[in-house]
């Protein structure tokens, strides 16, 4: 597969000085369901924007099918964009709303005619076509903006966190309607979210940034089990995060305990950060333990229960299906494998 | 206790002193001084379309230049950051605060034969030009007078028009001129009616810009009531006629324009 | 693009301030020259502060504003709340005649209160002065003032003045306590508006004045009508000065109320 877009040293810096992006590269694949994840502020619109092209950056490339399309206006770009609050024409009407791409580039009534239909009955909306945008419900917008976007042909669709403002059971509902479009129309989408249960249910490929960084790029399974670093493990999934110290390969001290691991490469006594998924803490009983700790809260989460554990001055997070009492105090043991030992995070994280 | 009842004393005020009055121009206009029905007064309006015929055009002119200037203004106001916006606003609106007549009265001074623009004109060596007591003195003195009732309610449409339709239409592939045919007019067609009217009707209807800028050869409607009521031309029924026949014209007018405005209903 | 912008937006404004800044230039003017500025001298100030009609009809100019602009925001709150509560045929209705003097052209509202009174003077001892200058000017400030307060009605949540009731209140105090704050904004901003129109009101003062009670736009337009006279310069520079600095001290409290409502410029 070849890269559709490719982002080249891309730096945004606005006039008070403040940099969004700090050198931004990133080669996007065609067909790809591509997600940008990050909490807010992070860069991930800013990039969005930049492919767009609302926005130039102020130093670095971008490519197009190998073409570079700096300064290349957001009209001339194949790429269309489904934005967060919809932006919807509100003086027109569903069926205007989804023909005026094509009515801008001339095309003849009998085609729009057609291609709005087929959009139409693609997102489920048919029957709407008179309808005033301002009198349907948030998923129906949702629908029309991304039929507005598509009937162009897109080679790209950007989506700038499209379901922000739809309730849970409605966004599960268009995750999979998305996916299924993408799949269905070949296309490749770059979509943003500061969701990673979002990112990793739809995603080919998943962008983590932060702070005007791009943290680590791989597929969802990747980047859940193998995280680069404590700010990617914290994001995707909650996260224990102690501070540790490598003894040697495969051997690593942290809670003033040592535990077998199975990373290697570090300097002895290098200060690293310890990574625990709260599903991955197995509870023992305490004479057996290295670790142990009092429970502080029980909450049942349907398929777990989620229990908060005050050991050695911090609270471990456990997924468990048997509950402890409050007040009881418990042992913690790990595998080895998912004892996952990171690099203490630099300034850039 | 009715709640509905505390509107009570506005009702009869408003009912003596609005809706009586009105009627009053109407009853004053089919009737002679005997208090018989009669239609002269209305026919003898007729006399008076050369009148009406300039009061129009002179109004719509400056409805037309008011919309011209007002537009952009109103748009890049709007776009401005939000906390100059404000400030901004209140510079533009700040001349309409000063009394009408006194605003007035200052081109009265800048046109007149013996005004600073002559004056300047003389300095540069051309001859003085006649620039007071012409049509289009009368005209000027309406687009400086009424030009911000323009801006105000286009800035206040155009100021709810969210970023991201822009930005969707250029995704759309609009440039930048059918962004504004396709999106910024048909957004802002609400603001274009609301101040055509607001500029039209005091247009149409001024006697001071005319008297002060226009000379006697201008006479406008306005002039016209005037004159039948507190002039020497002295004729109450003539002056309702007058103004029976302003207002139907405005109604006319207004309905017309309410034509292109979807969501605003004729208020009369 | 923007630079372009920039550069008319400056042009209007010069359109629209360089009128004004001329006045205020020539009255500092010696002489009576429009156009020729021949020195520099204070008298026409001190003529203005000697010039008894003006200043007379400057005290009554604020006597008719305050009093109209409070008869009428007690006037129209009273209606805005009856209107409110009305069905929908009357409220219609009663809406549509309140917005007739704000639509109608001034002449026409000016002429048609003027023919009501010429008919109650033959009628009744009714002389064309101070009284009818204060119905009248009541008259087109009402409207205002419910055309503010109206709103603020439709944004209030219904059930605040029954949640009023339900935790004790009188419905008298659960209306003084809860419903009176949040329609204050609108009775405030009603009540301003109906006071600058009535001070700047001049045709519908013109037309029901009478010759014994005059408003100062009524004497700023009889001084345009005879000579020129930097007298009104004068008077101009004043009300502009006088403006400006409402409007500083209006934007300064405006923004002081955002600040403290948390209002953070985007």
């Known amino acids: 597969m070849e890269n559709i877009i490719s982002l080249k040293d891309i730096v945004v810096e606005f006039e008070d000085g403040e940099k969004i992006l700090k050198n931004i590269n990133l080669d996007i694949k065609d067909k790809e369901f591509v997600t940008f994840l990050g909490p807010s502020g992070c860069g991930k619109t800013t990039t969005l924007r930049i492919i767009a092209g609302f926005l130039e950056p102020t130093s670095g490339d971008v490519f197009f099918d190998g073409q570079r399309i700096n300064g290349v206006p957001p009209h001339k770009r194949n790429v269309n964009t489904v934005f967060q609050r919809y932006a919807l024409f509100p003086h027109l009407n569903v069926y205007e709303n989804i023909a005026f791409g094509l009515r801008v580039k001339k095309v003849p009534e009998k085609e729009i005619r057609k291609r709005v239909c087929e959009m139409l009955e693609m997102v489920n909306l048919m029957g709407f076509e008179k309808r005033s945008v301002n009198r349907l419900s948030g998923g129906q917008q949702q629908r029309v903006a991304i039929a507005r976007a598509l009937v162009n042909h897109p080679k790209v669709l950007l989506l700038d966190e499209p379901l922000g403002a739809l309730d849970l059971k409605l966004r599960k509902e268009m995750q999979i309607e998305l996916r299924r479009i993408q799949q269905e129309l070949e296309l490749t989408f770059i979509y943003v979210t500061h969701d990673q249960e979002e990112a990793l249910t739809m995603s080919d490929s998943i962008v983590v940034m932060n702070n005007g960084y791009i943290q680590q790029i791989g597929s969802p399974t990747d980047i859940y089990n193998e995280p680069v670093n404590a700010f990617v493990a914290d994001f995707i999934g909650e996260s224990n995060i102690v501070n540790g110290s490598m003894i040697q390969d495969c051997l690593v001290e942290f809670a003033g305990k040592h535990f077998q691991c199975v990373d290697r490469g570090f300097a002895p006594n290098e200060h690293v950060d310890v990574v625990i998924r709260p599903e991955d803490v197995k509870v023992i009983p305490e004479k057996n333990a290295e670790l142990t700790g009092m429970v502080e809260s029980v909450v049942f989460k349907g398929v777990h229960y989620e229990m908060c554990v005050d050991c050695v001055d911090k609270k471990w997070l456990i997924h468990s299906t048997k509950a402890c009492p409050v007040g009881s105090v418990i042992g913690m043991a790990f595998d080895p494998d998912d004892i996952h030992i990171m690099k203490k995070t630099e300034d850039n994280t | ?268 | ?266």
């Not at chain 3, 010039?51 to 100019?61: A, D, E, F, G, Y």
């Not at chain 3, 009603?190 to 013109?206: K, Q, R, W």
């Open chain 3, 1 to 266: 693009m923007k630079k372009l912008g920039k550069i008319y937006l400056v042009l209007v404004l010069l359109f629209l301030y360089v009128p004004i800044f001329v006045l205020i230039v020539f009255s500092f003017n010696e002489t009576k020259s429009r156009s020729v500025f021949s020195g520099f001298t204070l008298d026409w100030y001190k003529r203005l502060f000697h010039n008894k009609i003006i200043i007379s009809s400057l005290i009554n100019t604020a006597i008719i504003a305050v009093i109209a602009s409070i008869v009428s925001t007690v006037l129209g709150t009273l209606a805005a709340i009856g209107i409110h509560h009305m069905k929908k045929v009357p409220k219609s209705i009663v809406m549509n005649i309140t917005n007739m003097p704000i639509i109608n052209p001034e002449i026409v509202t000016g002429v048609s209160l003027m023919l009501l009174f010429v008919f109650f003077a033959a009628r009744m001892n009714l002389e064309f002065g101070f009284v009818t200058l204060l119905i009248a000017h009541i008259t087109f400030d009402v409207p205002y003032v419910i055309l503010n307060v109206m709103p603020k009605f439709n944004q209030m949540n219904p059930h605040i003045f029954e949640a009023a009731q339900d935790l004790g209140c009188s419905p008298v105090k659960a209306f003084r306590k809860v419903v009176l704050p949040e329609i204050m904004p609108g009775v405030v901003s009603g009540f301003l508006m109906a006071f600058t129109y009535s001070l700047d009101d001049f045709v519908v003062s013109y037309f029901t004045s009478g010759s014994t009670s005059q408003t100062l736009p009524i004497t700023i337009y009889s001084m345009t009508r005879r000579k020129v006279s930097p007298e009104i310069n004068a008077l101009s520079t004043l009300i502009f000065v006088a403006v400006v600095i409402v409007l500083i001290v209006k934007n300064a409290i405006e923004n002081k109320t955002a600040k403290k409502n948390g209002y953070k410029g985007d």
């Open chain 2, 1 to 268: 206790m009715k709640l509905k009842y505390f509107s009570s004393p506005y009702l009869v005020w408003m009912i003596v002193f609005i809706l009586v009055p009105l009627l009053m121009i109407a009853y004053f206009a089919f009737t002679s001084d005997s208090g018989e029905f009669t239609m002269k007064y209305i026919s003898d309006v007729g006399q008076y379309a050369n009148i009406f015929v300039r009061s129009i055009w002179l109004s719509l002119i400056a409805t037309a230049i008011c919309l011209v200037i007002a537009y952009p203004i109103a748009f890049i106001l709007s776009r401005m950051d939000k906390h100059k916006q404000g400030t901004m606003l209140m510079i533009v609106m700040l001349p309409m605060w000063m009394n009408f007549l006194l605003r007035t009265y200052a081109w009265m001074t800048l046109l007149g034969n013996n005004g600073i623009i002559n004056h300047l004109l003389g300095l540069m060596g051309f001859e003085p030009v006649k620039l007071i007591n012409t049509s289009g003195a009368v005209v000027l003195g309406m687009v400086y007078n009424y030009l911000p009732f323009m801006i105000l309610p286009l800035y206040s449409v155009m100021e709810k028009i969210d970023k991201s339709l822009f930005e969707a239409a250029s995704d759309l592939g609009c440039s930048s001129v059918s962004t504004l045919f396709r999106v910024v007019i048909p957004l802002s067609m609400p603001g274009i009616t609301s101040g055509v009217t607001m500029v039209f009707v005091p247009a149409i209807s001024t006697f001071i810009i005319s008297r002060m800028l226009g000379g006697g050869s201008n006479l406008l409607i306005g002039d016209l009531i005037e004159m039948q009521f507190l002039g020497n031309a002295y004729n109450p029924h003539l002056g309702a006629a007058i103004s029976l026949v302003l207002m139907v014209i405005i109604l006319v007018i207004m309905t017309v324009m309410n034509q292109f405005d979807p969501d605003e209903q004729v208020l009369m």
